[in-house]
T-cell receptor
Framework: NAGVTQTPKFQVLKTGQSMTLQCAQD?????MYWYRQDPGMGLRLIYY???????DKGEVPNGYNVSRLNKREFSLRLESAAPSQTSVYFC??????????FGPGTRLLVL | GESVGLHLPTLSVQEGDNSIINCAYS??????FIWYKQESGKGPQFIID?????DKRQGQRVTVLLNKTVKHLSLQIAATQPGDSAVYFC?????FGKGTRLHILP
């Protein structure tokens, strides 16, 4: 039982490059989330998926897209990376209105 | 819009003393609150939660108090230990406060 896993752990991109952050959970949760964490800003919700087949924007969705591939997997895509997207990205899963379980994070540096 | 906020960005506590971390929220309809602990280089980890039909909930060395009248909740950590050093977040669903960094003084 691995909980929430994220890949990669660390990534360096050049401005304009694209990449996909992968997330998977093995707890059979319906809801999954993507957050970014910047110094002094706490966690801000980018996108979430309340259930398989649905996705919704969070507080800071611009520059990102998501795909809920199946119940286990929820990916985050940066189509054209910008330095402002340098951050630590966390994926989480939960049941509705319940505690979220977080992955270890992906540290992204955009040059 | 809705917001969840913490009163202090940092808190220093002597080892063995009790720690109290405070949080305020804006949405009076909020009905579920969670406290998370985040250690350096890791993702947030669940500590304790409370629903709006309760005023107090206790765990192992931790207590959460909820005051719905003033929209305030607090996390109390008893007999603070070095391993309690971390950033603590309160959250209402997926809205997080900015966190309080707890420093433990020897």
């Amino acid at each position: 039982n691995a909980g929430v896993t994220q890949t990669p752990k660390f990534q360096v991109l050049k401005t304009g490059q694209s990449m996909t952050l992968q997330c998977a959970q093995d707890m059979n949760h319906n809801s999954m989330y993507w957050y970014r964490q910047d110094p002094g800003m706490g966690l801000r919700l980018i996108y979430y998926s309340a259930s398989e087949g649905t996705t919704d924007k969070g507080e800071v969705p611009n520059g990102y897209n998501v795909s809920r591939l199946n119940k286990r997997e929820f990916s985050l895509r940066l189509e054209s990376a910008a330095p402002s997207q340098t951050s630590v990205y966390f994926c989480a899963s939960s049941e509705v209105k319940e505690t979220q379980y977080f992955g270890p994070g992906t540290r992204l540096l955009v040059l | 819009g809705e917001s969840v906020g913490l009163h202090l960005p940092t808190l220093s506590v002597q080892e063995g003393d009790n720690s109290i971390i405070n949080c305020a929220y804006s949405n009076s309809a909020s009905d579920y609150f969670i406290w998370y602990k985040q250690e350096s280089g890791k993702g947030p980890q669940f500590i304790i939660d409370i629903r709006s039909n309760m005023d107090k909930r206790q765990g192992q060395r931790v207590t959460v108090l909820l005051n719905k009248t003033v929209k305030h909740l607090s996390l109390q950590i008893a007999a603070t230990q070095p391993g309690d050093s971390a950033v603590y977040f309160c959250a209402e669903s997926f809205i997080f406060g900015k966190g309080t960094r707890l420093h433990i003084l020897p």
